[in-house]
T-cell receptor, first 117, second 112 residues
Framework: DVKVTQSSRYLVKRTGEKVFLECVQD?????MFWYRQDPGLGLRLIYF???????EKGDIPEGYSVSREKKERFSLILESASTNQTSMYLC????????????????FGAGSRLTVL | GNSVTQMEGPVTLSEEAFLTINCTYT??????LFWYVQYPGEGLQLLLK?????DKGSNKGFEATYRKETTSFHLEKGSVQVSDSAVYFC???????????FGRGTSLIVHP
């Protein structure tokens, strides 16, 4: 069974702190994603990575950065946390669909709920 | 660009009632379509999928049919249970993009 593990389920940080959210997957997936989930707004993509050291900005990258030094690990970094970054953060991974066709199913972690005071 | 529109919730039903959650989409090419479910306190998990027109995805008593003519992928279940209470997300993946497009989610509350 594919597993996506997020290191922290709940975090409380102070404004201005640097925050690291870690995500590890164990099925050799090429793609990894970071989303944030807020009531009424659904899922919003922060960053996407399709290979080691490769990343693409999603819909809301401002205030965030990412790191992918190894295929199985994708980290989300908040350089200086702010109260408007209080949210649920979801990591996901998937295989790349061969030839661009076919279903490409995402497997999600359980989420990390971050509160910034 | 691609988009997914779901009915707004919450949808509130009594146990054993019939469920429909509407989903329509706009996409280039021939997308693959998905329903994901998020139970309280958990991440999303795949519920069912369909990869071409007229395909029916099914799982755990839920069904959805890929309707190209109406660009829809409505989720149905004949008899809901309290344990089906969750948030349901419709999604698509189109063409050469690895990034799926999600709807905003529909909360389902089932009362005993």
């Amino acid at each position: 069974d594919v597993k996506v593990t997020q290191s922290s389920r709940y975090l409380v940080k102070r404004t201005g702190e640097k925050v690291f959210l870690e995500c590890v997957q164990d099925m050799d997936h090429e793609n990894m994603f970071w989303y944030r989930q807020d009531p009424g707004l659904g899922l919003r993509l922060i960053y996407f990575s399709y290979d080691v050291k490769m990343k693409e900005k999603g819909d809301i990258p401002e205030g965030y950065s990412v790191s992918r030094e190894k295929k199985e690990r994708f980290s989300l970094i908040l350089e200086s946390a702010s109260t408007n970054q209080t949210s649920m953060y979801l990591c996901a991974s998937s295989f790349q669909a061969r030839g661009g066709t076919g279903a490409n199913v995402l497997t999600f972690g359980a989420g990390s709920r971050l509160t910034v005071l | 660009g691609n988009s997914v529109t779901q009915m707004e919730g919450p949808v509130t039903l009594s146990e054993e009632a019939f469920l429909t959650i509407n989903c329509t989409y706009t996409a280039t090419g021939y997308p693959s379509l998905f329903w994901y479910v998020q139970y309280p306190g958990e991440g999303l998990q795949l519920l069912l999928k369909a990869t071409k027109a007229d395909d029916k995805g099914s799982n755990k008593g839920f069904e959805a049919t890929y309707r190209k003519e109406t660009t829809s992928f409505h989720l149905e279940k004949g008899s809901v249970q309290v344990s089906d209470s969750a948030v349901y997300f419709c999604a698509l993946r189109s063409g050469g993009s690895y990034i799926p497009t999600f709807g905003r989610g529909t909360s389902l509350i089932v009362h005993p």
